[in-house]
């Protein structure tokens, strides 16, 4: 797999197969290690293990929440990168065929977005906006039928992501 995790504000993980892959095509070591330094300039670590055990009637808040945290990482690594949008779609396309096709079902049940939604968002927003997050939370409220006080409660957290 090609992925990496932020153990503290000093510390990044990358895996092996990732890091093998710099010389065949750096793009997605790039823009995982870009995703990776975000979440250490947002002091993101460490909040996921926490929420995935939080089963509560807010399970739909917090991965929200995680949602927002994850696809604030993979916009601003494509923004910091300065990619194209033909490299940003090629390197997701890569990483959703390392991930053997993960999708929204099961991507948004662990709090994270589908590549294949990444692509879609990323091909009309350049920036992690409001306009961005609205995008976002709607097709995560509309895929997993968040009920209505729910959403107000997911729109509470636009706040944070500021």
Known sequence: MFTGRVEDESTIYLTDSLI??????????????????????????????VWLGFKTVFSNVK?????????????????????????????????????????KSRTYKQGYP????????????????????DYILEDFCSFQNVFKNTRNKINDLKKQFK
């Not at 710099?22 to 909040?47: A, C, M, Q, S, T």
């Not at 916009?75 to 999708?103: H, I, Q, W």
């Not at 589908?114 to 997050?133: G, N, Q, T």
Request: charged residues 30%.
């Open 20 to 49: 093998s892959n710099y010389y065949v095509d750096p793009l997605p070591f790039r823009y995982v290690l870009g995703h990776e330094l975000v979440h250490i300039k947002y002091n993101d670590f460490g909040k996921r293990i």
């Open 63 to 103: 991965r929200a929440e995680s949602l927002l945290i994850e696809t604030r990482a993979d916009m601003l690594s494509y923004k910091y990168n300065d990619f194209s949008f033909v490299e940003v779609k090629g390197v997701l396309t890569t990483l959703k065929k390392n991930e053997k096709g993960k999708e």
């Open 114 to 133: 589908s590549r294949s939604l990444l692509i879609e968002a990323m091909r009309e927003y350049k920036d992690f906006s409001p306009e961005f997050i």
